[in-house]
């Protein structure tokens, strides 16, 4: 017997045919999928959460850390042996959710983008390129759109102003 299940239920499972058996399972299996269902355990999980959760082999509760979540399914490693489980949210004791959310914070001011009138020729910037490697120059010449930048190693670049940065020397 199935620990924790209602032995009137199991008895009425016995008692049903193959049949009601297989429509039954087709019932519960679109239910599970459902989304609504997995966002509402999906909500109050995060990545390293510790959770309890259903062994499908012998239907008992262990307990492990979240470690990755995904559309349908997420991963688990069991506390104690660190065996990897990818189970279906309903497979989820649901965490408790918090009893009081904090009050929202509220946002700072998003920074204007810098513009083209904030830069002058011959001021310092920097920008970052496409490897991420931040280079430093001085404008040479004003554009519509973009500042053309000179890094002094004989080569210029083409930068966006929403990309610059002033640099002080000091």
Same mark, same amino acid.
Request: aromatic residues 2%; proline residues 2%; charged residues 25%.
């Given at each position: 017997m199935v620990q924790g +299940? &209602?032995?009137?239920?199991? &008895? @009425?499972?016995?008692? @049903?045919s193959s049949l009601e058996l297989f429509q039954l399972s087709v019932i519960i299996e679109r239910m599970l999928a459902d989304p609504r269902r997995i966002i509402a355990v999906r909500a109050n999980l995060h990545l390293?959460?510790?959770?309890r959760f259903l062994d499908y082999r012998d239907a008992q509760m262990r307990s492990g850390?979240?470690? @990755?979540?995904?559309?349908?399914?997420?991963?688990?490693?069991e506390d104690g042996t660190r065996r990897e489980w990818t189970l279906p949210y309903a497979a989820i004791e649901p965490p408790a959710a918090t009893a009081a959310p904090a009050p929202p914070q509220p946002t700072p001011p998003v920074p204007p983008r810098p513009s083209r009138n904030d830069f002058r020729c011959g001021e310092k910037v920097a920008f970052e390129d496409r490897f991420l490697q931040t280079l430093v120059g001085t404008i040479v010449r004003i554009n519509q759109r973009t500042a053309t930048i000179d890094t002094g190693d004989g080569t210029t670049w083409r930068?966006?102003? +929403?990309?610059?940065?002033?640099?002080? &020397?000091?």
């Open positions: +299940a &209602d032995p009137k239920l199991i &008895d @009425a499972l016995n008692r @049903a390293g959460q510790s959770v850390k979240v470690v @990755a979540l995904k559309d349908t399914k997420l991963t688990l490693h930068v966006g102003f +929403a990309l610059l940065r002033h640099v002080l &020397d000091i």
